[in-house]
């Protein structure tokens, strides 16, 4: 598992996702997902590149959801628990 250690919002309505460094050594894909209010799932997804990546712009106020899914072979895919900012 790779764990998501913080969210927090920017003044440019952007959130700056924090990663635990030593998660997801053995993954062979590492994705950072998020939902926004009212969609059913997360369908959004960006490659994860880095243990602090920036996302957005989002409306101000807005409440998004992130969690990361990581992959290989076995056991297949595992995701994090979520985690929530407001922009």
């Known amino acids: 598992m790779l764990a998501i250690l913080s969210a927090v919002a920017q003044p440019d309505h952007t959130i700056v996702v924090s990663l635990d460094p030593t998660g997801g050594d053995n993954a062979t894909t590492k994705q ?3 939902q ?32 990361t899914v990581v992959s290989n072979s076995n056991p297949g895919f595992v995701t994090s628990p979520v985690v ?4």
């Not at 490659?47 to 996302?55: D, E, K, Q």
């Open 32 to 34: 950072l997902e998020y």
């Open 36 to 67: 926004l209010p009212g969609e059913p799932e997360f369908g959004h997804s960006t490659p994860i590149t880095a243990n602090s990546m920036t996302v957005g712009p989002f409306p101000a106020g807005v409440t998004v959801s992130f969690r």
């Open 84 to 87: 929530a900012a407001v922009a």
